[in-house]
């Protein structure tokens, strides 16, 4: 038995979606363990490219079972658009289930993350507009509704009544319209018809496959520098991308987790406001933009792009646990004359700081310590052993594993499948 965790170690957008579909290949069940449709997981195999926002990256293997965990929130509008998309595209959707348990996004929830962002006047935190924060403050707020609910309408009734009465009241005082009742039941209705025959509990499977041994993914959203708890907050999202919540969110006791890959690319990007240490204002940010094409999958936001930090990565790899590190977009790095990493941040009293992350006001204050290394300036896109790297290419990545203090694992030098390998240990 194998249950592999799948985090984001730097801020979202490393790579998570292809790395779980190659794993994907070889497990029977991959899991989304928390965060929304505020998620953009791209994917490029035999199917085409797809930006998946809901549904786990494991989709595209027909023998897995693919299931939107109880940490998730769930937009069903926008799931049901997604699964329109991927059966268009000849994908199976017969094994996709969602938990009873997971929260719904409902159609307030963006009207609200809307409002809250306005409201924060010239300090937003840039979220992606998807009502994931309010979704989240109403599940702890305990006036959520679950996606299970729609299979008790009765009870659905009662709860939206409720909930109702709270939102309504915040929307009028951020300036907004209140919403009506009757015509989203019909609404909550619809989507019960739809979808209803994937709610599920999710526990008798997972206890079915780990007793028979089984292979798990569990696949995380954005990253941990936007963690709730361990992020850069408040410019973080509402729920926890770190390892730890992985077996809660997906509904597996803890003991089982046996692996946990970071995946990180080869520099740094950020896509949202608050501090980024690394961040290059310059030609060089521009060239890391346009050749890594570092634009939102799902906002289609320019990303902010920087040289890796290698202390975002020692502080991520000893919080999530990081068995093995999955390394992408190296081929990004190809032309660069020298690349550089980060290799320590200098407080502004001298304090040079290496194996912690200073508290987010600090971060705005701190300048990063470079190490320069030479470029490899050649092709890597055809690379698919540890062996065809170029020298300094290895190096690099020997270099980052090393600040992580953790093994490479796999290494990715394009965006379709087969432009990544398993790093061979001898
Ligand atoms: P995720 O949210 O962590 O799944 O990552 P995103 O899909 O938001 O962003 C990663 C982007 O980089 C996508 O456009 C991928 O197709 C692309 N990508 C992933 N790995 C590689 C790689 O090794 N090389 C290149 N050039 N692009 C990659
Ligand atoms: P994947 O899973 C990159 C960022 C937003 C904002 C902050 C809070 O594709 O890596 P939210 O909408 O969650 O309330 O926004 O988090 N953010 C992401 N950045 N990739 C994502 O997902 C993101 N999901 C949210 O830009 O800074
Ligand atoms: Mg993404």
């Known amino acids: 038995m194998t249950v592999t965790a799948v985090v984001g170690a730097q801020w979202g957008d490393e790579g998570k979606g292809r790395i779980i579909d190659y794993l994907a290949q070889q497990a029977d069940v991959v899991i989304r363990f928390q965060g929304g449709d505020n998620a953009g997981h791209t994917v490029v195999n035999d199917y085409g490219k797809h930006a998946l926002h809901l549904i786990p990256s494991g989709i595209f293997n027909p023998d897995t079972q693919n299931i939107i965990g109880t940490g998730c929130v769930v937009n069903p509008q926008s799931l049901l658009a997604e699964m329109e998309t991927l059966a268009a595209a000849g994908v199976s959707l017969d094994n996709l289930w969602i938990s009873h348990r997971a929260q719904m996004v409902m159609p307030y929830h963006p009207l609200l993350d809307e409002l809250e962002e306005r409201a924060r006047g010239k300090d937003t935190i840039g979220t992606t507009k998807r009502g994931i924060g309010p979704a989240y403050s109403d599940k702890a707020a305990r006036h959520g509704l679950r996606m299970g609910d729609l299979l008790h309408p009765e009870w659905l009734e009662s709860r939206l009544d409720q909930a109702l009465r709270t939102v309504n009241r915040k929307i009028e005082i951020l300036g907004g319209e209140p919403v009506r009742g009757e015509a989203m039941f019909e609404l909550l209705m619809d989507y ?113 792009c920087g040289w890796f930090d290698g202390v975002a990565i020692a502080y991520a790899a000893w919080l999530n646990g990081m068995t093995g590190l999955a390394i992408t977009k190296l081929d990004v790095l190809d032309q660069f004359e020298t690349v550089k990493i980060c290799v320590g941040y200098r407080l502004p009293d001298g304090e040079v700081v290496r194996d912690r992350m200073p508290d987010t006001p600090l971060l705005y204050e701190v300048t990063p310590v470079y190490e320069t290394w030479e470029g490899w300036l050649s092709d890597t896109s055809g690379c698919r052993a540890w062996e065809e790297l170029p020298e300094r290419a290895r190096a690099y990545i020997e270099r980052i594993g090393n600040l992580a203090g953790v093994p490479v694992a796999y290494v990715s030098v394009g965006p379709a499948r087969e432009q990544m390998f398993a790093v061979a240990r001898g």
């Open 192 to 304: 019960r018809q739809r979808l209803g025959e994937r709610i599920i509990d999710t526990t008798p499977l997972l206890r079915e496959h780990l007793a028979r041994g089984s292979r798990i993914l569990l696949e995380g959203q954005l990253g941990v520098m936007r963690d709730l708890d361990w992020g850069i907050y408040p410019y973080v999202t509402s729920s926890n991308p770190t390892a730890a919540y992985a077996p809660s969110g997906a509904g597996l006791p803890p003991h089982c987790l046996d692996r946990v890959i970071g995946v990180v690319k080869a520099y740094s990007t950020a896509v949202g406001d608050g501090p980024f240490p690394t961040e290059l204002q310059d030609e060089e940010g521009r060239r890391l933009r346009e050749i890594g094409q570092e634009y939102g999958a799902t906002t289609g936001r320019p990303r902010r």
